[in-house]
């Protein structure tokens, strides 16, 4: 124990919080790391793929992106091994292991993933998963799942199906439930003149999907809305409406994404609201600049309010947590460690706030005292607590990770 974290204990102590039982708290929270920050969401379904429609898109060249699966896997390795915890892998339907083989979304089976939960179950892992409605053929117009070609509803219907299978599997061999994240791209360009009829093809779809039977204790199904994106800006049909109300109807997750909300829209303030009505939440956390742009997430207001709301309504035990952002600008080993990290410290502040004396003002009416503790809290020595955490789960605790980070990139990444 450092002098360092002894002084910050003593100082919390002051304040009635027990940094050791926050720490405790945190060492039990896992992260789930999306795979596709490492190759720029192109997946490995085709030797060089790229990622194509869905109104996303990975913007920058900085060398050293994975291009097979081994490789992803390596960098998946090396960041992990500078995140303190223990955590998760989020993975999407793209990235299945193929072998050579041409199969498409609508048949795959837990077979074509089967080398991705050994790898889990090699670290120890659980694994969470999310059906690929995007950078396919039957996806070029942005429709899927609300598609008027029954055809084509029919194909990803059976993807949904299929992936929720995948996910059982997973989660029966790794002994942790998997959530499955259902997001699609579908909505228009420019105005549409008939909104109802794609909501009702998608909620059929939906129906459908959820219909197959699946056990819950395996495999907890989430759906993720979206404001607007590239291609659908006037009109997504897969709304925040839409999805709550579904959600709430069916008692399936809901997911929460971080940029996928008005600028002036504060997800932390959504949280204790849809916890009244739905089971479990599910959280991307994102980091939108000026629109859906799924930058790094920061140690920033944020992030930090949807941690302190998740905290302090005592909904951790019904919150998953994965994180959905990929930046191809920067060293994506780097991207991986800086987001998961500050998530991390973002949980950590919310368990170190002064929280029996915030509700003892709070419920005296004092708000005086309410907004002072708000202000003391924001200088009380996190850091000491956050190196300690590292420290005994020997990861850096400073800036040294990007040391490692570095000799990576030269031994590894620059030759690839």
Not at 360 to 387: C, I, Y
């Amino acid at each position: 124990m450092s002098a360092n974290y002894t002084s910050a204990l003593e100082q919390y102590a002051a304040l009635g919080v027990d940094t050791e039982a926050a720490l405790a708290a945190l060492d039990t929270i896992p992260i789930s790391l999306h795979c596709w920050q490492g190759d720029d969401v192109g997946g490995f379904e085709k030797p060089g793929a790229a990622l194509s429609g869905g109104g996303i898109q990975a913007t920058g060249n900085y060398p050293g992106k994975a291009r097979t699966l081994a490789e992803l896997r390596a960098d998946l390795d090396r960041a992990l091994s500078l995140i303190p915890g223990k955590h998760r892998l989020n993975l999407h339907a793209c990235y299945a292991d193929l072998a050579g083989k041409k199969i498409d979304r609508n048949e795959y089976t837990a077979d074509q993933f089967q080398s991705w939960i050994s790898w889990c179950g090699e670290r120890n892992m659980g694994m969470d998963f999310n059906p690929s409605y995007f950078s396919h053929p039957l996806a070029d117009d942005g429709l899927t799942l609300s598609h008027p070609d029954a055809a084509v509803r029919r194909f990803w219907i059976e993807h949904g199906i299929a992936c929720r299978q995948i996910a059982a599997e997973a989660a029966r061999q790794l002994g942790s439930p998997a959530v499955t994240n259902f997001w699609i791209p579908d909505g228009s360009k420019d105005l549409p003149y008939d909104r109802k009829s794609p909501r009702e093809r998608l909620a059929a779809s939906l129906d459908e999907i959820f219909a197959a039977p699946v056990d819950r204790a395996l495999n907890l199904d989430a759906v993720e809305s979206k404001l607007f994106g590239i291609g659908s800006e006037s009109y997504v049909v897969g709304s925040h409406e839409f999805y709550l109300a579904y959600a709430v109807k069916h008692q399936r997750l809901y997911c929460l994404d971080a940029g996928h909300f008005h600028p002036t829209e504060h997800l932390g303030d959504k949280i204790s609201s849809i916890l009244q009505f739905v089971p479990e939440l599910l959280l991307h956390v994102s980091r939108g600049v000026r629109w859906d742009s799924d930058h790094v997430v920061l140690f920033d207001d944020p992030t930090r309010a949807i941690m302190e709301e998740v905290v302090r309504g005592g909904f951790l035990g019904r919150t998953h947590i994965g994180l959905d952002f990929f930046d191809a600008s920067i060293n994506r080993i780097a991207a991986w460690v800086i987001g998961t990290r500050s998530t991390l410290k973002s949980l950590l502040s919310a368990l170190l706030e002064p929280a029996a004396l915030l509700r003892d003002a709070e419920q005296s009416g004092d708000n005086t005292l309410r907004l002072a503790l708000f202000e003391e809290a924001k200088t009380m020595p996190l850091g000491a607590v956050w190196e300690e955490f590292c420290n005994r789960r020997n990861v850096p605790a400073g800036p040294a990770w990007m040391k490692e980070v570095k000799r990576y990139e030269t031994d590894v990444l620059a030759k690839r």
